[in-house]
């Protein structure tokens, strides 16, 4: 396989490109854009609250229950891909296997739902 510096000139013009047109945008939003300057407008957004107080406020674990649930059966999804796209090579070995995965998640997933663990009146 001989590949050349030639090769690679279509994917180093989309890198140029790219980076032209993003520091191209950058520059011209800061000279059209307005600049005004105030201490209420340097100072730190927190999500449309005031910055006063203890900025280490205790978030509910809910919060981070959701979080690792939401990743869980993110990552189930990124399995379950493969397995659909392959589904007539893998045959019925490939289906036993999927089933057992599925059923091991649906297990996690009605422990879960008996725990109670996205009521969020609790």
Known sequence: MNSSIYDFIPILMQIAFSAIFV?????????????????RKNANFECGLDPIGDA??????????VAILFVLFDIEIIFMYPWAVNFKELSWE?????????????????YEAK??????ER
């Open 23 to 39: 520091f191209a945008t950058v520059f011209i939003s800061k000279m059209l854009g307005p600049s005004r300057r105030s201490a």
């Open 56 to 65: 280490r406020s205790p978030f509910p674990v809910k919060y981070f229950l």
């Open 94 to 110: 490939g289906f036993g296997k999927m089933g057992i995965f599925i059923g091991i998640i649906v297990v996690g997933f009605l």
């Open 115 to 120: 725990r109670k663990a996205l009521d969020w």
